[in-house]
């Protein structure tokens, strides 16, 4: 087995592992993010409590709802982005250079530039998976397909993706660039060894960092996905990514950007160090090696 299908093959089981860990708290971030307040008053008011009013009202079953899009978007995305991440990362640092030399922000960069490619080709399963987490009613995939495509076309199906293409290279700059930097550092610096403890010191700190300069970005493309198609339940229309960015901070307040924030940073965090854990595991059980 080549190096790319390795690491590709990890890639994917940790992906798998961390989205059905997480999902529950992305479903409860989401909701928070699009909810609309009927007399000043908001249904879900943090992430606890709106877990718990979604699993009473609509069954525990409803906190995994949008698996399937979800899983096929993780294990797809993340699998893809890690195998060109090597290769950009080796690219930007220049040949020759060795691999514990390569500057830290060369990581980020090259994490980022994965993200940002990779997720282009997904951006349809990110739409349909954030339709179905958004709205209380059972809707499958095959309809939610049908109902972008009815109103707008195979356009519909990349609305949004010019803000998670920024979302994703934060996201991807800071988890896959940070965490490459941060276990470089801590094995370098002879910190850690190469083990579970450094990849979960080097996963939780590339989770924070995620966290706090992705949530902007991911309020935008949650709003712009979640009024693809027909169901829009009166949630305002915005134009695009600089209309979104205008008029949500311009309506309600620049707090409005970090809209479930806490449920988004604890799943960055816990889906980092989750998806780490279980990425190095699985790539020690198919190369006998940890990353490099």
């Not at 893809?80 to 990581?107: H, L, Q």
């Not at 995939?141 to 109103?151: C, F, N």
């Amino acid at each position: 087995m080549s190096d790319p299908l390795r690491t590709g093959l990890a890639a994917t089981v940790g992906a798998a592992v961390a989205e059905m860990t997480t999902l529950p708290i992305d479903i409860s971030k989401v909701r928070l993010q699009t909810q609309q307040k009927a007399g000043g008053a908001a249904k879900y008011t943090n992430m606890f409590q709106g877990m718990w009013a979604i699993a009473r009202e609509e069954g525990p079953v409803a906190l995994w709802k949008g698996l399937e899009p979800a899983l096929l978007r993780q294990m797809a995305y993340t699998s893809m982005s890690f195998v060109i991440y090597g290769p950009i990362r080796d690219f930007f640092a220049g040949s020759g250079t060795p691999k514990e030399e390569i500057p830290f922000y060369k990581r980020v960069l090259a994490g980022g530039t994965a993200g940002s490619i990779s997720i282009v080709m997904m951006n349809p399963t990110d739409v349909i998976k954030t339709r179905m987490q958004a709205f209380s009613g059972s809707a499958s995939i095959p309809q939610l397909v049908r109902d972008v495509y009815v109103v707008e076309g195979l356009p519909g199906f990349w609305r949004g993706w010019s803000p998670n293409v920024a979302r994703c290279f934060v996201g991807n700059a800071a988890e896959i660039g940070c965490y490459d930097g941060f276990k470089n550092w801590l094995l370098s610096s002879k910190v850690m060894q190469d083990g579970p403890l450094a990849h979960f010191a080097a996963s939780a700190g590339a989770g924070i960092v995620s966290a706090i300069f992705s949530t902007p970005v991911d309020v935008v493309k949650t709003r712009l996905m979640n009024q693809s198609g027909t169901s829009l339940q009166g949630l305002p229309k915005y134009k695009g990514v600089v209309d979104a960015f205008l008029n949500i901070p311009k309506n309600e307040g620049f707090g409005a950007f970090y809209l479930g924030f806490y449920p988004l940073a604890m799943r960055k965090i816990v889906w980092t160090v989750v998806y780490f854990m279980a990425y190095e595991r699985a790539l020690l059980a198919v190369s006998g090696t940890y990353s490099t």
